[in-house]
Structure formats: structure tokens, C-alpha cells
């Protein structure tokens, strides 16, 4: 998760550097920013791990795979994927394509997939897009949604890894206030690596309690407070 401003270049994805992002169509406009979650990255890790190595390396194809997912508009900008033949699955759901995840909302949408009957939904990735969702989770987390890769069990072109994703509730979340609490997110993913090393295949296993009951904490906003909260020139940045 970042802001969306002009950058060159970052230590920790591949592809944003001026030759590779030209021509690029961006969703919010430019390339992202990801120098405040980096710091928080930096800041909050639980592993740091060597350069070269293999659990380096699926962190960075892995935080390059986020942003690509979520910051390029056009499937054939993808550098990570073979947009062709890729497919998308969550907890064992039937797998989709690009295109599919696209009408779920795309985004956090994707991970949000739920049975729970609606009525016991506390966020419905059925009535959210792929802006509104957008907009819910980086005023959540202001200074983003850090990810680090905490084990890989295999690498390349089966790639198997347990992930850790965390931030700090600092802004609203659906009704409710911000609490400055810690709100963490553990799972499994299954990255298939084609011939030229590209993805073609991603299954991700977690649990979106983990993640939503974090958020649902808090005192509950009336509509005028929610707005004061939501018209924060530093939360209106983060996007």
C-alpha cells in the first residue's frame, strides 16, 4: 500500500525505475511512493534477511507482484505475470483470472472474499469497488500496510511462503474510530513460476478475521464525525 506520486526507483520492489514504469498506465495517476511504508517496514520487521538470498528474493517478487496488482491499469504492463494464463484463488475458491478479479473489485476485495451470509458481513466486498476499497483501507492505515515474507518453505517455480502484513489503525474503518492499535495479518501463499519466471498461478490461505476484527475496534463515528476523520489532509494523501 502507498501514496501515489513520481518516484525512481525502490529498494525493495523491482520495475520503478523511470525506463521500466515509461509508458505505464498508472491507476491513481503516477507511479507509487513507498517511502512512508517502507519506513514502517523497516521500522516494524521481524527478519531481515541477506541480500541474494532466497527468502530476499520472494520478498521483493512478492512486494513487486502487490504493487503491480494494485497500482497499473493495463493487464499488459504486468512485468511479474504472465497475464495470459494467471489465475487467483483464496482459500481454496475456485481459481480466476485477471479479469474475473477485476469485476470482484480487484484490490483488497480479492482477499476479502467471504461465505458468511450478509447480514453478518462488517465489510462486503460485494458493495465495495475497487476505489471504495481503496479508500477504506489506506485511511485505515495511514502510513500503510507493511509486508515482509517471515519463511519460505520452497523457492522457485513452486514458490511456498508464510507472510506477516501489519499497520497501525490510525485513521477510521467503516463507522469506527481509530484506535493507534497494532493490526496484523498472517498467511500462506503458492506462487507457480512459468518457464521465464513469471507468476501464472496464485492460491493465498488467511484468515480475514484476523484482519477485520483489528479494524471493527474503536468507539463508533456518527456521520459527522466519520467526516472530520475522512477529511484529514493526511489521510487524504495516502491513496
Not at 32 to 57: A, Q
Amino acid at each position: 500500500m502507498a501514496s501515489s506520486s513520481s518516484v525512481e526507483g525502490d529498494k525493495y520492489r523491482s520495475y520503478l525505475y523511470a525506463e521500466a514504469v515509461k509508458n505505464t498506465k498508472w491507476r491513481f495517476g503516477a507511479p507509487p511512493n513507498y517511502d512512508v511504508v517502507n519506513k514502517l517496514f523497516e521500522e516494524g520487521r521481524t527478519k531481515i534477511w541477506p541480500p541474494g538470498s532466497l527468502e530476499e528474493k520472494v520478498q521483493n517478487i512478492v512486494k513487486t507482484w502487490e504493487m503491480e496488482m494494485f497500482h497499473k491499469s493495463n493487464f499488459e504492463d504486468y512485468k511479474t505475470v504472465n497475464p495470459n494464463n494467471y489465475t487467483f484463488s483464496l482459500n481454496g475458491r475456485k481459481a480466476i483470472t485477471l479479469e474475473e478479479k477485476r469485476k470482484l473489485g480487484g484490490g483488497y476485495n480479492s482477499f476479502m472474499q467471504t461465505s458468511l451470509p450478509e447480514e453478518f458481513r462488517c465489510y462486503n466486498p460485494a458493495e465495495e469497488t475497487a476505489d471504495s476499497s481503496h479508500v477504506a483501507f489506506t485511511t485505515a492505515f495511514p502510513r500503510g500496510f507493511a509486508l515482509e515474507i517471515v519463511q519460505v518453505y520452497s523457492g522457485p517455480p513452486q514458490i511456498i511462503y508464510k507472510f506477516r502484513h501489519w499497520g497501525y489503525k490510525e485513521g477510521p474503518f467503516k463507522g469506527h474510530a481509530p484506535t493507534g492499535e497494532l493490526v496484523e495479518l498472517f498467511g500462506i501463499a503458492i506462487f507457480q513460476m512459468d518457464e521465464e519466471m513469471k507468476i501464472v498461478k496464485v492460491e493465498f490461505f488467511l484468515d480475514r478475521g484476523d484482519l477485520l476484527g483489528g479494524l471493527m475496534k474503536g468507539a463508533r463515528l456518527d456521520s459527522g464525525n466519520e467526516e472530520v476523520a475522512l477529511s484529514c489532509p493526511f489521510l487524504k494523501n495516502t491513496g
